[in-house]
């Protein structure tokens, strides 16, 4: 289980196969998440304790970095030039949410997306490259990476967190 809270402001390569990464608690099943027939903007999926993100490349390695914040209040905006941007809320019964690779599960290099314990938060995501990505198709693990996310969290405040 990731024990990383807070921000990784570094990027981590992250393998990605079928065209998709997950979010999961790295101690629940990821049988019932949301997968990327889910995702009705065409990148991001989200339920209960996790979710699906589609990418631009079907195989290869991604750059993503995570922001997880612990104050109930949005950060900056994304920056401009962003090539791609989703939002969503979801919940986390456990207060543990994890990047997941297709194929070699939790990438507790990167910060845990529940900072904030259990409840429920905000996603934002930006991402650049994937249409790069989707023309590229697939990638051999020795290529330069070109496709990258940034996943910021944050808790939604007690009077949002008490209605849904």
């Given amino acids: 289980m990731s024990k990383n809270r807070g921000c990784g402001a570094q990027p981590v390569r992250v393998w990605v196969h079928y065209a998709q990464f997950y979010l999961a608690d790295p ?9 990327p027939e889910d995702a009705a903007d ?4 989200l339920g209960a304790d996790g979710g699906c993100i589609r990418t631009g490349l079907h195989t290869g390695y991604i750059h993503v970095t995570v922001h ?3 104050a109930a209040s ?7 030039g962003t090539e791609v941007g989703a939002e969503g809320d979801f919940h986390s019964s456990t207060g543990h949410l994890t990047v997941h690779s297709w194929e ?3 990438i507790d290099e990167l910060p845990d997306l529940a900072a904030a314990g259990p409840g429920r938060y905000h ?4 991402a650049q490259g994937r249409a790069l990505g989707r023309q590229v198709d697939s990638c051999a693990p020795d290529a330069p990476v070109i496709e990258s996310y940034v996943l910021e969290t944050w808790p ?9």
Avoid: F, K, M
Avoid at 74 to 80: I, V
Avoid at 156 to 164: A, D, H, I, T
């Fill in 123 to 126: 996603l934002r995501l930006t």
């Fill in 104 to 106: 070699d599960g939790s």
């Fill in 156 to 164: 939604l405040p007690e009077r949002v967190r008490g209605s849904g």
């Fill in 42 to 45: 065409g990148i991001l999926a």
């Fill in 74 to 80: 949005a950060p900056a905006p994304a920056p401009e």
């Fill in 27 to 35: 101690d629940l099943s990821t049988d019932d998440l949301p997968g």
């Fill in 68 to 70: 997880a914040h612990t």
